[in-house]
């Protein structure tokens, strides 16, 4: 087969001379030109000379038994070159998942949620493979379903995994949980004693979809030495190799991975989706393999948010300190375990929120339910918790007559708190100043919608176009809330970052190539190594490789952790570089001037100078005829697993936050709700580039306010088949329902990290959505222990 | 699948009697839903937009005889005065993309009960126009709907036009949905005052199996404007009166509980809707001189 | 079937489609132009917004074969249409409400050849107003959603060249994007408009 290179396939994106910045400065996109052009290849724009499209048939039912897959007449259908079952998988591993492999990659035996994969075709044209899917005959014998932890536990519960072997299974209560992580410190039962008040709550929260707007797609080629090529949007190239490879029993070098354009992921692409079908059918047909998922089949292609059930007890003294805290956490991880036993670590020793609390009694754990499964989404267990614990705080200030930002700030942390998991808060932890920012803030003015003589202008009402009110039944309300995230993976895991650093002359001028394997999702990360490049090598042009496998891992674009750990990675590889050229300068000019010896030296526009800002070399001429090439994996301080009765340990590397005062306007007779604003303060340690920073906050925001007001999976308690898996009917915020994000950005170092740097992308979702809630309350007075809030909770019908 | 092209209104019309299974397609924004996500493969789809004379409208004495295929955005842009209930009901639908597309001959074929239109007829006063090469007939649009998504056309039928009747009073258009833009039909009410014949008329979307009046709370609101004299005195209504008004619409609602509401809240929610276009449009009534327009 | 229409002001063919193809399948998957973007395949995004005869629709909700003879722009001609329109109405702000670009103006010019994959950096691409701001303001993310929106913010400015903030939130309403919460779109908007405003004072 000749060497034929798919249309889309990324190519390098160099950054000239239109933005030159170094870090802290708002440069601009280097995807930007091709974003706006139309010309940037998606994973669902890639195209190949004979490529054939692949097609998912997915189970109509939650948990059945398949007595037998008949493919005969569907495999007959003109047009089709392949139908894949369990049965024809190559290799004894038929198994995939990211913390333990319980997930089939078709299935076997029975299936054990609504929309699992259960044969995959292979054909000349999409409607020629749907045609040929909806021939291929499956037997179901249903199975009751479990749906709740009442069900999951209940005695003789049918178990969702038998025989589970993974390494959470010895320590948990029941089959059905995933994992259990409680959290002990001090004596909650006693220190409750010392409580004037003590308020308690169960909160819900509803399943949550990343809904990214690029579905999952990708183009597997298969390639001469009986290896495949495989262009996909994901988090984490390497991650998704590691669980590719023996699935297909080839070596991983033989899978080589390039990371397609992302549209957007938000947890959602942690988990695998087409990857592993689409290999298979061009392995099998030995054509090229296109699968792209439409927007009902990508509602069944990725884990969603667990929902969750929380039980909170916190007790105050009357002067507003905080005494205990005692909470249970029930998240729902669905049919397979995928990132449940990292949230449940996360919900656990995130679940005190940013106060002071010396005894708390806390458990968290995953149920395996016959429901969609549920992974990694923005916040990753964080989000659940903060919505119940700011609910609390809100209690508890009512209760005692405190205002509640006040509240809040007397029980606020700060650098040096002990969380409850025994580990010290070693860098800012500016709680009470985020809160005194937005509180401090104007209110935006009343009754927006009234115009110079005319009608209301119902753009501006609860409602919007719709046209439900003119103002009756309007009542505003006002909100607060602050929330704490972890940055980078917990646990003690192992997070690393590999970036390969080359330094040379082209056409006279340094340039500098950075390659790593990071996932570029929108989040800006390209943007951000290009100035990390400029500052550390003093270069103006900076190309930006492809991500791809030939380089090293650079863990997964989650976890607010890339411009950490890969921007520390390139910062790292950068400064090893910047020495290697230092060297050869040194050999080839060092007798010329004393300073190449004795003085700091600095690559700064194009030149090597001193500390003192004497020019000593021009790049071009210490770089003629060599080039620096490295690559070198760095890793944050390392982190400890928490014990798995007391919950305690030194577990996280780096905490952000992010508080929000949400301004609402409800429409209480309709139960129609309009957030007029939603003010944020977040420390970001150090802004790198200022406007992806705003981005960053505003976005994340938006999704927080989407699962207050009208997000939610809804799946049947009965059946546990979702209703409701498109855009018609799971709603996402358009830019009638979001309002004026105003942000304040703090900038408090943390000196263990790069730059002073600190993660960003996940803080604001947590408190936007508890903010939202709070601020409904004020308007209508209602308790609200549930979100998303739906017309019916407010009208009580 | 075949695709049909008919260039002119006799031509399809000829096509649909010998294809009576053809699925006519203009704005395609339910239809292309239904074949992109594998819900629907018609054995045959035929095109109306090459029928210049569906996009068309007039403006009579009495009414406005619309072309089935006029986009929503038109009669936001043009019929505001004419048609001021079916202008603001238009401003609802789908999105900017989706109003430069659909229209109302789209929502009678479809006959979905969330179809936005729909309250809008109803409470205006309209007449479908169908035809097949047997001959024309005009449907009153409260016999049109005949059951969920099925409507009163027969297999050979097309809908050509709609006659719907000139304002002679106020009309408003409400509706509920959990997003305040591009969100389809919780429920939806629709009313128009009728000072020439000394009637209110309602129109009532996604409370019940089809799109209704309420035609109970129509003839107590009639005979209480009439009792009272306030078609000449211009006064204000009781509250009384509103909220009686606004309990038999709500009583009118059949619904049922699926993923975009309860059926309690529908009915709540309806009745709420009643009251307050029942105000919207007697305050502008009563304001004599001020536009009929909607605020589309 | 096949079907013959204009793309960004050249003549194209497609042959042997599917009579349930969409107008964005046949775009995406037939022409080589997959700027317009399959987010939801249900009219619920925007993302796959182009100009039909000159309105913006969605391409997932027209048949191919409806487009017969009719002309399509989309992101990929956006800014030569753009500069098209800058060149048949030089200055005069559409004030006259009779703007936007005719169905025979609009067939009278014609895109530049698809590049090669040689200048996949766009360095050099002389970008439309909206596009430059969409850049310059930090609108674009991801970028799924940045084709549709820039296809209909551009003809929102063409119709509304001072547009308030409601008018750009309602002329954007059929437009998600999942990434910025729609602060930077907005600038973005607003920066086009001021900057196309000066444009025309300068005239």
Known sequence: MAKRTPAGTPTDVTQGSRTKGGIGESTLRPDGTLKVTGEFAYSSDMWHEDMLWGHTLRSTVAHAEIRSIDTAEALATPGVHAILTYDDLPTEVKRYGLEFQDTPVLAHGKVRHHGEPVAIVAADHPETARRAAAKIRVDYADLPVVTDEASATAEGAPLVHENRDDHHAGHVPHPNIVHRQPIVRGDAAEAAKRADVIVSGEYVFGMQDQAFLGPESGLAVPGEDGGVDLYVATQWLHSDLRQIAPVLGLPEDKVRMTLSGVGGAFGGREDLSMQIHACLLALRTGKPVKIVYNRFESFFGHVHRHPAKLWYEHGATKDGKLTHLKCRIVLDGGAYASASPAVVGNASSLSVGPYVVEDVDIEALALYTNNPPCGAMRGFGAVQACFAYEAQMDKLAAKLGLDPVEFRRLNAMEQGTLLPTGQRVDSPAPVAELLRRVKARPLPPEQQWLTAGEAADVRALPGGLSNTTHGEGVVRGVGYAVGIKNVGFSEGFDDYSTARVRMEVVGGEPVATVHTAMAEVGQGGVTVHAQIARTELGVAQVTIQPADTRVGSAGSTSASRQTYVTGGAVKNTCEHVRERVLEIGRAKFGTYHPAWATAELLLESGKVVTDGGEVLADLADVLEGESVDLELEWRHRPTQAFDLRTGQGNGHVQYSFAAHRAVVEVDTELGLVKVIELAVAQDVGKALNPLSVLGQIQGGTTQGLGVAVMEEIIVDPKTAKVRNPSFTDYLIPTILDTPTIPVDVLELADENAPYGLRGIGEAPTLSSTPAVLAAIRDATGLELNRTPVRPEHLTGT | ?296 | ?203
């Open chain 3, 1 to 203: 079937m096949r079907v013959n229409f204009t793309v960004n002001g050249r003549p194209q063919e497609a042959d042997d489609v599917w009579e349930g193809e969409s107008l964005l399948y046949v775009l995406r998957e037939r022409m080589g132009l997959p700027g317009s973007k399959n987010a939801c395949e249900q009219g619920e995004c925007g993302s796959c917004t182009v100009r039909l005869d000159g309105v913006p629709v969605c391409a997932c909700l027209v048949a191919a074969g409806q487009v017969e003879g009719r002309d399509v722009v989309t992101v990929e001609g956006l800014a030569d249409y753009a500069k098209h329109r800058a060149d048949a109405h030089p200055g005069d702000g559409c004030a006259s409400g009779t703007c936007g670009t005719t169905i025979q103006q609009a067939q009278r010019w014609q895109a530049k050849s698809v590049k090669g994959t040689d200048s996949q950096t766009g360095e050099g691409d002389q970008l439309s107003a909206i596009q430059e701001a969409f850049i310059d303001a930090g609108a674009v993310q991801c970028g799924f959603c940045t084709p549709g929106l820039l296809v209909t913010a551009d003809e929102m400015l063409e119709r509304n060249p001072s547009p308030s903030d409601a008018d750009i939130r309602e002329a954007l309403s059929g437009n998600l994007c999942r990434c910025t919460g729609y602060e930077k779109i907005l600038d973005a908007v607003r920066l086009a408009a001021a900057r196309q405003g000066r444009q025309e004072e300068a005239v």
């Open chain 2, 1 to 296: 699948m075949d695709f049909l092209r008919p260039a002119g209104w006799e031509e399809a019309l000829a096509a649909k009697a010998e294809h009576p299974t053809a699925v006519p397609i203009a704005g395609g924004t339910d239809v292309m839903v239904e074949i992109n996500f594998d819900h629907r493969r018609p054995e045959y789809l035929m095109d109306l937009n090459r029928i210049g004379e569906l996009r068309e409208w007039a403006v009579g004495d009495e009414h406005v005889r619309l072309g089935a295929s006029v986009p929503y955005t038109q009669i936001m842009e043009h019929l505001r005065t004419e048609l001021p209930g079916l202008a603001l009901a238009s401003h609802t639908v789908g999105s900017p993309q989706i109003r430069n597309r659909g229209s109302v001959g789209g929502n009678l074929g479809a006959a979905s009960p969330a179809g936005d239109a729909h309250p809008a007829l109803l409470s205006a006063g309209a007449e479908v126009e169908v035809e097949s090469v047997r001959g024309v007939r005009r449907i009153p649009v409260e016999e049109f709907y005949t059951g969920v998504k099925r409507n009163a056309l027969a297999p050979d039928e097309l809908i050509k036009a709609v006659h719907i009747k000139k304002a002679s009073g106020p009309q408003q258009f409400s509706k509920v949905g959990t997003r305040n833009a591009m969100v389809i039909a919780v429920c939806a009410f629709g009313i128009a005052l009728h000072p020439d014949s000394r009637t209110v008329k309602t129109g009532i979307g996604s409370a019940a199996p089809t799109p209704l009046r309420a035609r109970v709370a129509e003839d107590f609101l009639n005979a209480a404007l009439e009792e009272g004299g306030f078609w000449d005195n211009g006064k204000v209504i009781t509250p009384s009166i509103a909220k009686q008004f606004a309990d038999l619409v709500s009583g009118a609602c059949n619904p049922i509980d699926d993923v975009r509401g309860t059926a309690k809240y529908r009915r709540h929610a309806v009745g709420i809707m009643a009251r307050r276009t029942l105000g919207w449009t007697w305050e502008q009534y009563r304001s004599a001189g001020t536009t009929l327009e909607g605020a589309a």
